[in-house]
């Protein structure tokens, strides 16, 4: 792909291949700089000073560019204006070399070919490298950019003068004015340039105002202050009316149920979104929504539209629009295409879902023509005449090629891109503009350096401003009804759902009737999802004027709700986020026996089960893609929690069903086994626990249900005969391949959850452990993982006690471990069975000693040793393990700098009180400190009982100590004084251990006036 002009290119672009300017200036630059010819300091001195010819010729070039903008094309004008920046950045450095006169030596020696690397800071102003802002940058980041190889240019010269013996401060104190010179200069000639080229500003994202706007109004604004003047032909004109004409059509086909409520059009209801954009580098993940969370968020969409499509790289390198389901790509590509000027474009709109999969990107293209114009697409006849426009394609739903056809297309970017090479190589340069849903971008490869733009959710303003027109718009609607129109506090309530611009239209409809959002109450998540999805089934199940019964009416909208409900298991079971058509109608099949319809009059193709249903409901999203000339289908919930909800609800009616009919069955039927084909099909293949907010909704329906104590009986039940055989029924209802073995686990996973979320469920010990090796054995890490992260688990003697939440952090109390199971038989078996949790604290006690290779004393040396705690706890630590392994607590006395004179106090009464080691110890810390009044009434409690012997040399030390500190002994004590310790001890033995105390003892019985 094309990179960035160097200073020669640009050079001839502004002043013509033969002018004299362009004869001079490749005489200046074809030496060192950009030829790699050795050049003494003088002659670079000559450049920069005295002759300042580069100065004088690139002002030359500049002044004559105001002349240039004439009848030129789009790409052409934005290679002027390229070509002018370039000329621009080497100028205002030069310019701010020449005005502050360098500290050099005229007679610097002639660096060698070595040192003639160290110009590289500078050649690079010449290469037009890094240097050319970008729309993905803001405003600082450009100007750092500019700013920054400014200073590498400078730090290049000042290196090569320091080389040659100048001063260093004086030369870097040069060159900081050299930088903010040569940046003032920069942003002065810039302002020049805006005013004959303003594209210029927002390659740079200077400032605009940043106002919420409708319709990328602003956008079309700008644009056509930067217009070529250019007269679109027949085909261009025909393009533009057509998109024109899409902005007046409504966002959705009014409600026919609400007469007189009125959807806002496309130009009116389409509000710019806040956005993040970078360019591509292999440690970006743009398919992980977390890893947004580092960019800034920028307000100014229509801005960097502006500059990114004004910019070469717009033709180089295809942007990646991405955005959740409902965030509006869509509709930025229809806005888009319409408000793009057609003087200086020509857009062709390609919907990707009917698009052919198996056609290049040509095809693709032409297959969006003859859709837009109703005729024959040729897009290179189209691009041959496009005149002086700049052609833009805009391929909408490359996420919908995935999903309808499940077919991997990960080079499909690189695709483009080589289109785009393509298009070039004919003269035709063409900007592409792609749009996805963020979680497919993860399987793109996306070409290094490409713009990848994610459209944000609505903040707080943009909820105000779009409910605001809405309220507008249907205000006689509101009016003669008596409502009011939704409030944004009422909408922010649900914050998921309304900074999604399609959702939040679907709360503003589901409230325009009987203003059921505002007087709902407190309802729950659970109870709001169950609202709009019973009131919008209601809506559609009324479309039908079949003279039903209210009760035929009420059971018509709960089958529509068991169809989505197939749906959402559809999807859970697959781990995605959407559902094939093809297996959407295998599920079907199985589950509710519904069949495909015979082709009807006028009909394409036949209604499936499945687009019999989805097809009437906008909150489930429709992709659709045509591969050898058949349309497939997949669908997708504008928001996952739908689906969520859905598998939630559908499982615990199900459950709500089956313990009706079981109570109802008579005696001698009752003792048989339930007939839970149906809920064991559905709970068979997929932990409920994989989506905490299935769970959660779990939790909220049972919360609401009078009948749940009623449940847990059944749910018994059914985990007792979980692993007989079934009717076979459902046997055909295969959404995932799944050995029986793990499908019985799965179920009697799900029907302990279903206990637990009707109140805490108590189990055996060694129930559980078989219980949960078994489900381990069968469930992937990801599953297990899930399991463990929703079930609490507390120890009860010689059971557990189940229940719903994230596990707290718990210690196995000695009682509940055990016994018989030695460490050295547990690190076997780890490594027999390669159990990796197991192993993980083999490794930790494979360091203990074969004589004490046993879990006790495992855990004596971690609580020791590793277990942070406030003085209290060490304490109980202490105490805990002093009588089994006093070597061990003593050890840890040894070097514990915390241990206070009270702790070793409480320590003293023990059985570690008694040993010699001990009291040595406890000697050792008397007299050298604070603590020596309460060690003393420690000493004065215990020390009777002691064995003096064997502490004698700590003891006579310590009171030597005492002594020497100055400590004065009372009258009236409970421990000996210095005299009395003098009087007990061996100093006879002590002396051929320790003489230096018998001379310490001397002095101070002297001192004392014993002689």
């Known amino acids: 792909m094309a990179k960035n002009l160097s200073y020669r290119e640009a050079a001839k672009i502004l002043g013509g291949g033969g002018s004299a300017v362009i004869t001079a200036v490749e005489q200046l630059t074809s030496a060192v700089l950009l030829g790699g010819v050795a050049v003494g300091l003088t002659d670079l001195l000559g450049w920069f000073d005295a002759k300042s010819d580069l100065v004088r010729f690139s002002r030359e070039l500049l002044s004559g560019i105001a002349g240039k903008r004439g009848e030129r094309s789009r790409h052409d004008r934005t290679r002027l204006v390229e070509a002018a920046h370039t ?87 040069w060159a900081q004015r050299v930088t903010q010179t040569a940046v003032r200069r920069y942003d002065e000639l810039v302002r020049r340039l805006a005013v004959d080229y303003p594209e210029i500003t927002f390659w740079l994202q200077h400032a605009h105002d940043m106002a919420v706007s409708a319709g990328l109004e602003r956008m079309e604004t700008a ?107 869509s509709l930025l590509t229809r806005v888009l295409s319409a408000r793009l000027p057609p003087s200086d474009f020509l857009v ?49 739903g490359f996420d919908e090629l ?84 939704l409030a944004p506090q009422t909408a922010l309530k649900h914050h998921d759902l309304a900074v999604q611009p399609l959702l939040l239209l679907m709360l503003a409809l589901y409230d325009a009737d009987d203003n059921a959002l505002r007087d709902q109450g407190d309802i729950g998540q659970g109870g709001l999802y169950e609202r709009l999805l019973t009131r919008f089934a209601q809506r559609e199940v009324g479309k039908e004027e079949l003279g039903r019964t209210d009760a035929d009416f009420r059971k018509d909208v709960e089958n529509e709700l068991e169809r989505l409900s197939v749906v959402a298991f559809a999807m859970f079971h697959r781990g995605a986020q959407w559902v094939t058509e093809k297996d959407l109608n295998d599920d079907m099949r199985a589950l509710l026996e519904e069949q495909e319809q015979e082709r009807g009059p006028g009909m394409r193709t036949p209604l499936t089960p499945g687009g019999a249903i989805l097809g009437r409901f906008f909150f489930v999203q429709l992709a659709e ?154 469930l992937t890490e990801a599953e297990w993982t899930g399991v463990m992260e929703s079930l609490r688990v507390r120890w009860r003697k010689e059971e557990i006690l189940l229940s719903y939440g994230a596990e707290n952090r718990s210690f196995v109390e000695t009682e509940w471990a055990d016994r018989a199971i030695s460490l050295r038989d547990a690190a076997r078996e780890a490594h027999f069975t390669a159990d990796p949790a197991g192993n993980v604290f083999r490794y930790a006690f494979e360091g203990l000693p074969d004589s004490r290779f046993d879990v006790d004393y495992a855990r004596c040396l971690v609580e020791l040793n590793a277990s942070p705690s406030d003085l209290e706890g060490k304490l109980d630590r202490y105490l805990r393990w002093s009588a089994s392994y006093p070597d061990a607590v003593l050890e840890n006395l040894r070097k514990d700098l915390v241990v206070d004179a009270r702790m070793l106090g409480v320590l003293a009464t023990t059985s570690l009180g008694d040993s010699s080691a001990f009291q040595v110890l406890f000697c050792d810390r008397i007299g050298h400190g604070v603590e020596n009044a309460v060690l003393l009434e420690v000493f004065g409690k215990v020390w009777q009982g002691w064995n003096t012997a064997s502490c004698e040399v700590a003891l006579l030390d310590a009171w030597l100590r005492l002594h020497e500190s100055g400590h004065e002994f009372p009258e009236v004590r409970s421990y000996p004084g210095l005299l009395e310790v003098l009087g007990k001890v061996n100093l006879s033995a002590i002396s051929s251990v320790r003489p230096d105390l018998i001379k310490r003892a001397m002095t101070a019985a002297s001192e004392l006036g014993v002689e």
């Open 87 to 173: 000329v621009i950045v080497v100028t205002a450095y030069f310019e701010a070399v020449h005005e502050l006169a360098p500290p050099f030596r005229e007679d610097a020696a002639t660096p060698d070919r070595d040192h003639q690397l160290q110009l590289f800071g500078l050649a690079s102003l010449f290469d037009g490298e890094d240097v050319l802002p970008a729309a993905h940058r803001t405003r600082k980041e450009n100007a750092d950019l500019v700013e920054g190889c400014y200073r590498r240019a400078t730090k290049s010269l000042i290196t090569l003068m320091a080389d040659s013996g100048e001063e260093d401060v004086l030369l870097w104190t």
């Open 625 to 778: 893609a045509v591969r050898d000339s058949q349309l497939l289908r997949a669908y997708e919930f504008l928001h996952a929690t739908f689906g969520e909800y859905l598998v939630a609800r559908h499982t615990w009616y199900l459950l709500a069903d089956l313990h009706e009919n079981e109570s109802n069955r008579r005696r001698r039927v009752a003792i048989q086994q339930p007939d839970d084909d149906e809920f064991h099909a559905l709970l068979s293949f997929t932990p409920l626990t994989t989506r905490k907010s299935v769970v959660d909704f779990l939790v909220e329906l049972a919360a609401n249900d009078p009948k749940r104590g009623e449940y847990r009986w059944l749910v018994e039940k059914l985990f007792e005969t979980c692993g007989e055989e079934r009717s076979g029924k459902r046997a055909g209802y295969q959404p995932v391949k799944r050995p029986a073995p793990a499908r019985y686990a799965v179920y009697s996973l799900n029907l302990v959850l279903l206990s637990v979320v009707l109140g805490d469920r108590a189990l055996d010990v060694r129930e559980w452990h078989r219980l949960t090796s078994f489900w381990r054995s069968q």
């Open 402 to 485: 995935l999903q309808a056809t499940g077919v991997s297309q990960t080079n499909y970017l690189e695709n483009v891109q080589r289109f785009q090479r393509d298009c070039d190589e004919r003269g035709c340069p063409v900007a592409v503009v792609v749009t996805s849903r963020i979680g497919v971008a993860g399987g793109m490869a996306i070409p290094s350096g490409a713009d990848v733009l994610r459209l944000a959710p609505f903040s707080e303003r943009h909820v105000v401003r779009w409910l605001e027109k809405w309220g507008r718009l249907n205000a006689r609607y509101f009016e003669q009804r008596g409502l009011a129109p």
């Open 348 to 396: 062709v709109r390609v919907e990707l879902r009917s698009a052919p999969t198996e056609a290049d990107v040509v095809g693709q293209v032409e297959h969006g023509l003859r859709e837009a114009l109703q005729g024959s697409g040729n897009w290179a006849e189209l691009s041959r005449n496009a005149g002086g426009a700049l052609l833009v394609v805009l391929l909408d």
């Open 223 to 329: 644009l056509g202050l930067l217009l070529t003047g250019t007269t679109p032909d027949t085909r261009r004109g025909e393009l533009h009316g057509k998109y024109r004409a899409a902005l007046e059509r409504p966002i959705l086909k009014p409600e026919d149920e609400l007469p007189g409520l009125e959807f806002p059009s496309i130009k009116a209801g389409y509000i710019d979104p806040d956005y993040q954009v970078f360019a591509m580098d292999r440690k970006a993940e743009p398919g992980v929504l977390s890893w947004w969370e580092r960019l800034p968020l920028r307000e100014d969409l229509y801005s960097y539209l502006v500059g990114y499509l004004t910019s070469p790289k717009a033709v180089t390198h295809p942007a990646l629009v991405l955005g959740d389901p409902g965030s509006g790509k």
